[in-house]
């Protein structure tokens, strides 16, 4: 391939730089997207949508024991890994064959290949060809982090490689207490692996309303998760087949594997950004960008999670959207990042958006708290003792609804409807004005009438 001289590109395949790129060549742009890996980046090949697959397989077994209390008779099931892996990897294929023939639809092109800046308008590709450009996107998403290296760490598997192991493991180690290792916590659980959840922190979900953490860790005991927090793996021994993990309060953990899921790190390393001159952000290790995603070098600009803003792949599109209207389309547009919806594919799911009780609590005089917890009528004839949570955090002085919290099983499916009543400043009244669609449990959240607790914050005198 000869030296390459294009408008745009875009270092990246994953969801924000796809987006960037299908829309700068829409609006004319010639551009290239370099991939080094596998396109369609953290979210699809090794993220979200592999996860979510092994969600709903892991869920079934709850589903079968549900069955009996309806009148149904289901013979013992068995349930097979090396077959959900393979139908998992054939859809992956599916979809990054996909995104591949998207890019290409729009006018861009694709090269498997890592690229390296040499400078701000330049970049050499693995395969020795050059490139000029006069605007570059970098999209490199992040990585998994293991934290410090502690003996034994090479025994430790991340995300990226839980998704294709050979055998299900009967024991299960985790470490961490966020959205990926609770996630796998519960998928493991629903298979059947016995599963301990290792966190640092005084409880699981740091950052989310307190009512949430409490409540999820709850479910996850009921459902035989154990949950050990304040404390942390110091050292992982091997011994044949078996690992054994020693923690900090003094005890050991034997498992068949140990996953780390105790947060990732922006994909930086190796980009030469030295060269081109292009700043990290000193408090996160990101990429640093302005409100327009735009780097301290005026022609580079970076999306998604190697700016290390708001790791969450509908934000990566969203910023790729607004960057391409921005440079390409003449419409200067900002990325609003408040009130963002997002959900926890745990079991049951987290869905939540707005406020927590403590940071409303924090910036309005006046807060009211409505909240429900109770029995789904699923969970009334099949026996299961799992209970759905709602919440609402509402302005006491305007009734505007600052956040809302849901704890169930269609937890993400409802906390996206609610995403939009909350960015278009939907009052408590608003709420109440709209009508119940009964029997479900969404209901709840517009037929909470009385608060449940009520907080005035006294100003300083």
Not at 106 to 126: Q, Y
Request: aromatic fraction near 6%.
């Amino acid at each position: 391939m000869a030296d390459l001289d294009v408008d745009l590109f875009v270092i990246g395949g994953g969801s924000g730089g796809v987006r960037a790129a299908r829309l700068a060549a829409g609006y004319g742009a010639k551009v290239v997207v370099a991939e080094e890996y596998r396109m369609g980046g953290t979210c699809v090949i090794r993220g979200c949508v592999p996860k979510k697959l092994m969600v709903y397989a892991s869920h079934i077994h709850q589903e079968i024991a549900d069955a009996a209390g309806f009148g149904w008779t289901i013979p013992t099931a068995s349930f097979d890994w090396a077959t959900l892996i393979a139908n998992k990897d054939k859809e992956i294929a599916r979809l990054e064959a996909a995104y591949t023939f998207n890019v290409e639809k729009s006018g861009a092109s694709v090269v498997k290949t890592r690229a390296v800046f040499e400078d701000a308008h330049s970049l050499r590709l693995a395969t020795g060809e050059k490139v000029n450009t006069k605007y570059v996107l970098i999209a490199t998403g992040g990585a998994p982090n293991h934290g410090a290296a502690i003996p034994g760490i090479e025994h430790v598997i991340s995300s990226n490689e839980v998704f294709h192991l050979k055998h299900l493991p009967k024991r299960v180690v985790i470490q961490g207490g966020g959205y990926i290792a609770l996630e796998f916590a519960c998928i493991f659980a629903g298979f059947g692996s016995d599963v301990t959840l290792i966190y640092r922190g005084e409880n699981i979900l740091r950052g989310f309303d307190e009512d949430v953490r409490a409540h999820v860790r709850h479910e996850m005991e009921e459902a035989g998760i154990t949950i050990l927090t304040g404390c942390k793996v110091e050292k992982v021994d091997r011994h044949g087949d078996v690992f054994t993990s020693h923690l900090s309060n003094g005890s050991s953990v034997a498992s068949d594997q140990v996953m780390f899921a105790i947060g990732r790190h922006p994909n930086v390393k190796g980009l030469g950004l030295e060269k081109a001159g292009v700043a990290l952000n000193p408090v996160n290790g990101g990429i640093a960008v302005n409100e327009f995603s735009q780097t301290n070098v005026p022609n580079i600009y970076a999306v998604g999670d190697v700016t290390h803003r708001v790791n969450l792949t509908p934000v990566a599109i969203r910023e790729g959207h607004a960057f391409a209207d921005s440079v390409f389309g003449g419409r200067p547009t900002r990325v609003d990042h408040a009130d963002i919806p997002t959900a926890v594919f745990s079991q049951p799911q987290v869905g939540t958006v707005g406020l927590t009780e403590a940071e409303a609590r924090a910036q309005y005089t006046h807060v009211d708290i409505y909240k429900a917890n109770f029995r789904p009528i699923k969970a009334t004839i099949s026996g299961n003792t799992s209970r759905v949570l709602m919440k609402l955090i509402v302005d006491g002085v305007t009734d505007r609804i600052l956040g809302c919290h849901i704890v169930s099983s269609d937890a993400a499916e409802i906390i996206q409807v609610v995403g939009i009543a909350i960015k278009t400043k939907a009052t408590k009244a608003d709420f109440d004005a709209t009508f119940a669609v009964h029997p479900t449990s969404a209901e709840e959240l517009v037929t909470m009438r009385t608060p449940t607790s009520r907080h005035v914050r006294q100003a300083a005198e």
